[in-house]
């Protein structure tokens, strides 16, 4: 069943203007999706487990940014350690412990939070964006133009993935716009793929055809049958490719590729890892920011499958 | 004459990929900004004479335009697989040897964890989407979901704190004992012991994977009408699993298991950096951290060739074990 296409029963004494009746379907038919996704445990524990990072995330925007700095680390702040035995395990005044320069690991971990799920998003809108064109492109147009493109997608495809982005990180330096666009443009084939398949399969029922008689545009086509129809399994797809952009930018700045300049939960891994947290035991050092990568990345997984459910109906039949 | 066609086909679009990563790499390399000899001899510690950077640049090519001169000589020394020498990983060494110094080791590792995480993902999946719902099928769909969710460098550092730190049960890193005198069954036995935290690390993080492909797949499958006419037909359950859903379920499984390869790769090289074992992972963090650009390269285009290689085998097993993609 189309999201879309819900019966709309209108009372034959009112008369509703065409803006009303859409936003009519569109409240029952997101109400019925809520009514659908409630029903996944796994879909309502990541949509938790998100809201709460979400939620840290905005709060660290009022974070005073004079705190991240190593400057401002003084006796109090570190009591009840001193400079001579950083990093400080987790005590009363540091819930989390402190890093090797006497900074709170929470404030990191909600700083961090907003930076890593803003690289997560944008990443994923632009493998969403270029994914959706080059997944439209091939499926609608077909013959050349579609043996053309997906040959350049199973090229990029093949590539192994972080071998790829450390060359080009290597190259084009170290700044989060930068890693943003590499992850972006590295992810898009597994979306157009996706997206091709699907519009391969809408571009055979009837009403495009019949629109098409009727006179419709390639461009008419598009945006009024294809995308509405295609859109749902691109929305999921990149709830999907979210978990994966933050992964990478882990990765990525594990092996020191992350912006220096700004805090992600990647890059204070990496400064643990470098400061030797592992062999001095500062487990605290590395656990809080490691435990919200995985947890962030499973709650956009556990969201994508919820609703990959609901979208792919052939799942939900058996 | 299907199967010789389908094969000649792979094959031939696996050169032209080849083709297409072979010249990426080359013009990958040729938007670095900076001079090349500077590039090369940047931390060697040398200063070259103008003649002798003149001949350097001719022993390089680089006096020539980028194309089609550069070019034509990239892909001939490439395929002779000549690709230059290191500069500050192992100076003066040629990639290649360097490159397969290291390799057996990483092969080693990654060839045996994939194996056991493969065999160990693929079966849970089958049990999973066959069992769908049931305690073990919920059990192994939510410690997949978790695995998935682990970046392997923090499974590896978990792994490292617990059994290594806490535990003092492994060694925390390298390829064997520093001392070099063990020999024989000892030395083997050293070896296994210092790999064994770093194979834990990639068997772990990608069963899930697996096991989420495979049990998907098995579900697409058993979805089909030729199994209800089995079941209808009485044949035993077990039976139906084993000759009709499994074996058509696999198809698309290999095929992902195949395209994976280039992630596993990509495991390989934060998780040997995490235990510092010397395959080729670290070997491309080095020539990163140094900006070795030569033995960056080469490394690049072996990871390219390694998984172009995994995705061929794979379409060539496809066509072994479905005998309708043959004679489509």
């Not at chain 1, 060359?167 to 979306?191: E, K, R, Y």
């Not at chain 1, 990568?293 to 994508?304: D, E, K, Q, R």
């Not at chain 2, 056991?116 to 849970?124: E, F, H, P, R, T």
């Not at chain 2, 195949?258 to 395959?279: D, K, M, N, R, W």
């Amino acid at each position: 069943m189309k999201l879309d296409e819900a019966p709309v029963e209108v009372e034959p004494t009112e008369i509703r203007t065409g803006r009303q009746i859409r936003w009519t379907r569109r409240r029952d038919a997101f109400s019925r999706f809520w009514a659908q996704y409630r029903r996944s445990p796994f879909g309502m524990v990541g949509m938790i487990i998100l809201i709460f990072f979400i939620g840290m995330a905005i709060s660290s925007l009022f974070i005073d940014g004079s705190s991240l700095s190593k400057t401002a680390v003084t006796e109090e702040s570190i009591a009840p350690c001193t400079f001579a035995t950083l990093p400080c395990p987790p005590n009363a005044n540091n819930p989390l412990g402190t890093d090797a320069d006497g900074r709170s690991v929470l404030t990191l971990v909600i700083e961090g939070s907003r930076v890593s799920l803003i690289v997560g998003f944008t990443a994923s809108v632009i493998t969403m964006v270029i994914g959706a064109l080059v997944g439209i492109l091939a499926g609608y147009l077909g013959r050349t133009s579609d043996t053309l493109l997906m040959r350049t997608t199973d090229f990029f495809l093949v590539i192994p993935w972080l071998p790829l982005a450390i060359v080009l990180a290597a190259i084009l330096g170290q700044n989060i716009f930068v890693l943003i666009a590499i992850i972006g443009f590295t992810s898009w084939p597994g979306t157009a793929r996706l997206v091709r398949a699907q519009t391969l399969s809408v571009k055979e029922h009837s009403y495009v055809e019949r629109s098409r008689a009727l006179g419709a545009t390639n461009g008419q086509v598009v945006s009024r049958h294809i995308l509405p129809n295609v859109m749902p399994v691109i929305f999921a797809n990149t709830i999907l490719t979210v978990a994966i952009a933050i992964l990478a930018e882990s990765s990525l700045s594990f092996l020191g590729l992350g912006d220096p300049r700004r805090v992600t939960w990647g890059t204070m891994i990496d400064a643990a890892f470098d400061a030797g947290a592992i062999s001095i035991g500062a487990w605290w050092w590395l656990l809080a920011p490691s435990l919200s990568i995985v947890l962030v990345v499973l709650a956009f997984t556990l969201c994508g499958y919820a609703l990959d459910e609901i979208i792919n109906p052939r799942i939900r039949e058996r | 004459m299907g199967t010789q066609r389908y094969l000649v086909g792979k094959i031939g679009q696996a050169l032209i990929t080849l083709l297409f990563i072979l010249t990426f790499n080359f013009f990958l390399f040729r938007i670095l900004p900076g001079d090349p000899i500077r590039l090369l001899t940047k931390g060697a510690g040398q200063r070259l004479t103008p003649a002798e950077q003149q001949e350097m640049r001719e022993e390089l090519g680089v006096d020539k335009p980028v194309f089609p001169g550069q070019y034509v000589q990239y892909m001939g020394q490439t395929l002779r697989l000549d690709l230059g020498v290191s500069s500050i990983v192992a100076p003066g060494e040629d990639v290649t040897t360097v490159f397969f110094e290291k390799f057996p080791k990483t092969l080693f590792l990654v060839g045996t964890s994939t194996a056991a995480s493969i065999a160990i993902g693929v079966i849970l999946g089958i049990y999973g989407g066959w069992k769908r719902g049931q305690a073990l099928d919920m059990s192994s769909m939510t410690g997949s979901l978790v695995l998935y969710s682990i970046p392997e460098f923090v499974l590896g550092i978990m792994l490292l704190l617990l059994f290594s730190g806490w535990l003092g049960l492994f060694p925390s890193g390298g390829f064997e004992s520093a001392t070099g005198d063990l020999t024989g069954a000892d030395r083997l036995f050293d070896i296994l012991n210092h790999a064994f935290l770093p194979w834990l690390t990639l068997t772990l993080a990608f069963i899930g994977e697996f096991y989420l492909v495979m049990r998907s797949s098995l579900l697409d499958v058993l979805g089909e009408e030729y199994i209800s006419l089995a079941r209808a037909k009485g044949l035993r359950e077990k039976f139906v699993l084993r000759k009709h859903a499994v074996r058509n379920a696999l198809l698309p499984t290999v095929t992902l298991i195949a395209l994976s390869f280039g992630f596993v790769l990509g495991g390989a090289i934060t998780v040997e950096l995490v235990f510092s074992y010397p395959g080729v992972g670290l070997l491309s963090f080095e020539a990163l951290e140094a900006r070795d650009y030569a033995l960056l390269q080469g490394t690049f285009l072996f990871f390219s060739i390694g998984v172009l290689v995994a995705n061929l085998t794979a379409d060539l097993l496809y066509a072994y074990i479905d005998p309708r993609v043959r004679t489509a």
